[in-house]
């Protein structure tokens, strides 16, 4: 059984940093592509951030591109999202999420185990 934690979550002013963890269990976490999802109060959960296998290829939503940094470390069974330049639209519960394919997927349907979530709150 594959499970996701996510951790690095909190309340941050507009114009702050943050970094997300997310530690996947399981042995073969090298062999999964890796995304993050975000999902605000009364909206649908959306794309972010995607990275595959090795970490080679990488794939962001227009609304973070230039601003968060998808990486991983696949010694560590983790993945993380280094956020910058937050924004109060940026607030959400975010989610990490892994697919047995190696490609950067924004495609949420592609993914086959997710985590809990953490919560991220930008005050304006």
């Known amino acids: 059984q594959v499970q996701l934690v996510e951790s690095g979550g909190g309340l941050v002013q507009a114009g702050g940093s943050l970094r997300l963890s997310c530690v996947v269990s399981g042995r073969t976490f090298s062999t999964y592509g890796m995304g993050w999802f975000r999902q605000a109060p009364g909206k649908e959960r959306e794309f972010v951030a995607a990275i595959s296998w090795s970490g080679g290829s990488t794939y962001y939503a227009d609304s973070v591109k230039g601003r968060f940094t998808i990486s991983r470390d696949n010694a560590k069974n983790t993945v993380y999202l280094q956020m910058t330049s937050l924004k109060a639209d940026d607030t959400a519960v975010y989610y990490c999420?892994?697919?047995?394919?190696?490609?950067?997927?924004?495609?949420?349907?592609?993914?086959?185990?997710w985590g809990q979530g953490t919560q991220v709150t930008v005050s304006s």
């Open positions: 999420a892994a697919h047995r394919s190696d490609y950067a997927s924004g495609y949420g349907p592609d993914y086959d185990y």
